[in-house]
């Protein structure tokens, strides 16, 4: 599979406007996203980092800086390369197609970029699941799987067109602890499968430095990086991890950026409140 | 236990038919007031026979099924056309939709006077009435369907490489589906209630199941006021189960949960 992308965020602003409301998102955010790298980022609710993850996708325009991938420019101020299928969103909620099957959902990105033929694409996208051993829900409709299925299958939809990253937007969010565990030992096989870079969004430490390289906390809105954590576990890793003392030591430190952090946001909250 | 589950089912429908039946048929005999001119369940059934013996009988029903397919049809294909026009471009949604917040509340009958004025020959007066009936309410559901389409999932598809002609055809219209159902399932109630109140009012000779009624009326042949009943009820039961059956039929991903 194809190595990937390496992810360069320069000093982006996002200001939205809407009817004179000045509210700024992101604020001179930058962070390089090395090629092939597990990325977390970490942040209070509402902090912009979905925005950020919307600009990088191409959902939405940045105000200023720039955004490139592999030296190709992604974002400029009222230039932006639209969504594409070499940087793929997995979503909060999930996102299949409630109208097709499985197979379909998977091979869905080939056909429709007219890469390949819809019987060449069903054939792969069979071989993946497979591959994960997922067999025998082909032909199922995503409303007959259970969350954590479903979840696994959205993964695939997106590796199977081989994207240079990957953006995932909390994408565990609301699954049951075991299902949450089953579901980081499947998406961290999938990255020492391909290796393709990792965008992870979420709130919840100890999956962020369970699957990250490197985690980075975000500042409450605007979001600008408060704190680069390099995750020095080894790999592969499994659930062991989670007890050793280098595991709670970073998430100590992790801990106490996000602590401050959430601490300003709901001393802002209770501003915008009163 | 599928099967006695059902039977069940089955008896207790069976019971509840008999026993209006019987109900019917015991307040005519006692001659309760108001109610003594019914006629009994054995001469509507006597009327039934004869009719379904009958090629006029016939002929209101091929007119009237005829009438509601040519408006109910025009109706969705106008309808969802302008209601996704409507959902998808904002400027068309600012010219249209003012007038239709207009023309909306106007129940379908009212158009019958003008109706009758403005279309030469009471087929087009007819099929006009039943296309206004449903176009609204098929419009309206369509828009609505536009609207809450799922962003994510327009989305994902452009993430994954749609293109806007893509995700139009394969993601706004299939998610679009279940509204044009639910338009298609309340448009066809109200189609019905329109039809039968036309045919009633511009009845001449043959004019369908409701002219049929009216007829019986105006002649006094109470059992086949009826039977005219009847006939619309299992006509507009029908309509519906027809709908129901394409809707699953054009939506295997709901039949199945």
Redesign the interface.
Same mark, same amino acid.
């Given at each position: 599979m194809s190595a990937g992308g390496a992810l360069s965020i320069r000093q982006v602003t996002k200001v939205y406007d809407p009817e004179g409301v000045h509210v700024v998102a992101v604020d001179n955010c930058s962070l390089e996203v090395a090629s092939g790298e597990f990325l977390v980022v970490v942040g209070p609710s509402g902090c912009g980092k979905t925005t950020l993850l919307n600009v990088i996708? +191409?959902?939405e325009e940045l105000s200023e800086g720039e955004i490139r991938l592999d030296e190709g420019p992604l974002a400029l101020p009222g230039k932006q390369v639209?969504? +594409? %299928?070499e /940087?793929?969103?997995v979503? $909060?909620?999930g996102?299949l197609?409630?109208?097709?099957t499985v197979l379909e959902n998977i091979a869905? +990105?080939p056909v429709? $970029?007219r890469r390949m033929a819809k019987n060449e694409a069903q054939r792969s996208a069979r071989e993946l699941l497979r591959q994960v051993g997922l067999e025998g829900i082909e032909e199922s409709?995503? %409303?007959?799987l259970s969350s954590g299925v479903q979840r696994r299958v959205e993964i695939l /939809? %997106?590796l199977i067109?081989e994207p240079r990253v990957v953006l995932l937007d909390e994408p565990f969010r609301g699954l049951d602890a075991v299902a949450k565990s089953v579901m980081h030992q499947f998406l961290l096989d999938m990255f020492e499968r391909t290796r393709c870079t990792m965008y992870f969004i979420t709130h919840d430490l100890d999956e962020a430095i369970f699957l990250a390289d490197r985690v980075v906390v975000m500042t409450t809105r605007p979001a600008r990086v408060k704190l680069e954590l390099s995750i020095d576990l080894p790999r592969p890793r499994d659930h062991r991890v989670l007890g050793t003392e280098r595991f709670l030591k970073l998430k100590q430190a992790a801990l106490e950026a996000v602590h401050e952090e959430a601490l300003k946001a709901f001393q802002a909250g209770e501003r915008e409140l009163a | 236990m599928a099967k006695r589950w059902l039977n069940r089912h089955a008896l207790r429908g069976l019971v509840s038919i008999v026993a209006f039946v019987v109900l019917w048929e015991l307040v005519v005999v006692l001659k309760l007031p108001y109610l003594k001119f019914l006629p009994l369940p054995g001469q509507v059934a006597a009327s039934l026979g004869q009719s379904i013996a009958s090629s006029a009988y016939w002929q209101d029903w091929e007119l009237s099924l005829g009438r509601i397919l040519v408006g109910f049809l025009a109706a969705q294909a106008l309808g969802i056309t302008l209601g996704l026009a409507m959902g998808i471009s904002r400027t068309a949604r600012r010219f249209v939709f003012p007038i239709f917040e207009v023309l909306r509340p106007i129940p379908p009958i009212a158009w019958i006077p003008l109706a009758i004025i403005f279309w030469p020959t009471t087929s087009l007066t007819i099929y006009f009435l039943v296309f206004t009936g449903s176009f609204f309410i098929v419009a309206l559901n369509v828009l609505d369907g536009v609207k809450s389409v @799922?962003q994510? #999932?327009v989305?994902?598809?452009?993430?994954?490489?749609?293109?806007p002609r @893509?995700v139009f055809w394969?993601?706004m219209l299939?998610?679009t #589906?279940p509204y044009v159902l639910t338009g298609a399932t309340v448009g066809m109630g109200v189609t019905w209630n329109v039809l039968i109140a036309a045919e009633m009012v511009t009845s001449a000779g043959q004019s369908g199941l409701g002219g049929m009624t009216w007829a019986a009326y105006t002649n006094g042949v109470l059992p086949v006021i009826v039977v005219g009943m009847l006939s619309i009820g299992v006509a507009g039961y029908l309509s519906s189960a027809l709908i129901r059956f394409l809707g699953e039929r054009f939506?295997?991903?709901r039949r199945?949960?």
């Open positions: 996708a +191409g959902f639209g969504p +594409g %299928a /940087r793929i969103v979503f $909060q909620n996102a197609f409630p109208w097709k869905y +990105g429709v $970029q409709y995503p %409303a007959e /939809r %997106a067109n | @799922d994510s #999932l989305r994902a598809a452009y993430s994954l490489g749609a293109k @893509d394969r993601i299939p998610a #589906l939506m295997p991903w199945r949960i």
